[in-house]
């Protein structure tokens, strides 16, 4: 069932039960050019929030992230999605012989000229029976985002990432090998606390800035990276040297 936002619009939606888990989904549609945003939404965003904490007979519920996009100038960038995105979800029941009942207090931010919070409380539940060995009628929808989501940097024919000091300690260059023309963007997360910017600098290199740190923090920790190209998307933890 689809609850109505401003620009937008949501609804939970089951995929398959392989008699230990299931696959399901939060599906957001958007109005005209409004965006949602990713986990790490850029300037001034709202990520999604995902509460099963109210749900029945649910051991646990993974929410994950296809590749985003990035757009604004610098200072107002958006970092996130468009028209459509499902969000997959990994469910995992306490007792697989009795239903799952996914309640799911879910705040996110749909945005065009401008940006409104969103609150939506979804419900849905994943039985065995009404699923059958093919899988709902979404199935097909969450297995295409399922395939859109990062793979590790270790998988085969993944490219790869050698970075390099530039300034000790307040810059690095980020070199991509194994992309050529198809690499479109890089994602750089890191703990509560530490915020970096960067920029292209040429077909396959990206400067890193150290923008912000904790307060008394001397040792920087492990970045997670994200590499978006135009045939999929990578994804891993490395050190700064």
């Known amino acids: 069932m689809w609850v109505h936002g401003n620009l937008s619009q949501v609804r939970l939606i089951a995929g398959r039960f392989d008699g230990k888990t299931y696959s399901a989904g939060v599906e957001i549609r958007l109005k005209g050019k409004a965006h949602t945003y990713w986990r790490n939404p850029g300037d001034g965003g709202v990520p999604p929030i995902f509460n099963f904490s109210k749900s029945g007979n649910l051991k646990s519920a993974q929410a994950?992230?296809?590749?985003?996009?990035?757009?604004?100038?610098?200072?107002?960038?958006?970092?996130?999605?468009?028209?459509?995105?499902?969000?997959?979800?990994?469910?995992?029941?306490?007792?697989?012989?009795?239903?799952?009942?996914?309640?799911?207090?879910?705040?996110?931010?749909?945005?065009?000229?401008?940006?409104?919070?969103?609150?939506?409380?979804?419900?849905?539940?994943?039985?065995?029976?009404?699923?059958?060995?093919?899988?709902?009628?979404?199935?097909?929808?969450?297995?295409?985002?399922?395939?859109?989501?990062p793979k590790p940097f270790s998988a085969a024919g993944a490219p790869g990432l050698s970075i390099s000091s530039k300034q000790a300690?307040?810059?690095?260059?980020?070199?991509?090998?194994?992309?050529?023309?198809?690499?479109?963007?890089?994602?750089?997360?890191?703990?509560?606390?530490?915020?970096?910017?960067?920029?292209?600098?040429?077909?396959?290199?990206?400067?890193?800035?150290?923008?912000?740190?904790?307060?008394?923090a001397k040792k920087i920790p492990p970045l997670f990276f994200t590499l978006t190209t135009k045939t999929g998307a990578f994804e891993g933890t490395f050190p700064l040297p």
């Open 64 to 149: 994950f992230f296809p590749p985003p996009k990035r757009s604004g100038a610098p200072g107002e960038e958006v970092i996130g999605y468009a028209h459509r995105v499902v969000f997959p979800l990994r469910v995992v029941p306490s007792d697989t012989s009795r239903p799952v009942v996914l309640d799911l207090k879910f705040n996110y931010a749909a945005c065009e000229k401008i940006c409104v919070p969103e609150l939506a409380q979804l419900q849905l539940q994943l039985d065995p029976a009404s699923i059958g060995q093919n899988g709902s009628p979404e199935a097909t929808l969450i297995t295409a985002f399922e395939g859109k989501l």
């Open 169 to 216: 300690g307040k810059t690095w260059i980020i070199a991509v090998t194994g992309a050529g023309e198809d690499l479109t963007d890089l994602f750089v997360e890191g703990p509560d606390g530490w915020y970096f910017d960067q920029k292209l600098q040429s077909p396959a290199f990206f400067e890193l800035k150290l923008a912000q740190k904790p307060e008394n």
